[in-house]
């Protein structure tokens, strides 16, 4: 076999003879270096769906993941809503009691509540807010039973 030390020489055939260089060729390809080219053409195209796949697959995981993050964020942040909501519920309902109980124990004799802007009697009928004020049926005032 000869070496490829010539600069004409550019390979050898199948039976082992060497291939040369036509005079104004800078490229010659035989049908195996097609076919590798063409192969290697393929692979690339391979690898770049298989890439871009499993970009895409990545980021469908990342979109389920961080919904379903949010998801929760959301659910705890509800429950935490309607807990604070029952809370003050309950204060609400214990001020009214409160302030019933104040307005029904009051003994007999006892004078009534006067309104503050009018100076009409208060009576049973008057509105009464969780906080302890009563309504003027009269100004429609609000005035505070515990002063």
């Not at 053409?41 to 979109?63: E, T």
């Not at 998801?71 to 809370?87: D, G, L, M, W």
């Not at 001020?95 to 009534?112: C, F, S």
Request: charged share 20%; glycine share 6%.
């Amino acid at each position: 076999m000869t070496s490829l030390k010539s600069p004409d020489i550019i390979g050898f055939n199948r039976s082992g003879q060497p291939k040369e260089r036509p005079p104004n060729s800078l490229l010659i390809l035989d049908d195996a270096d097609v076919g590798m080219t063409f192969l290697s053409i393929i692979v690339g195209f391979v690898i770049v769906a298989a890439f871009l796949m499993i970009l895409g697959i990545s980021g469908i995981m990342f979109f389920n993941v961080s919904r379903f993050f949010n998801r929760t964020v959301q659910q705890i942040e509800n429950e935490n809503r309607r807990a604070e909501s029952a809370n003050s519920e309950t204060s609400h309902a214990e001020k009214r009691r409160r302030a019933l109980e104040i307005v029904a124990n009051q003994p007999e004799g006892t004078p009534a509540h006067k309104c503050r802007g009018c100076g009409a009697t208060v009576d049973s009928t008057a509105e009464l807010s969780a906080d302890g004020k009563v309504r003027c049926n009269y100004c429609n005032q609000w005035t505070s039973i515990y002063q």
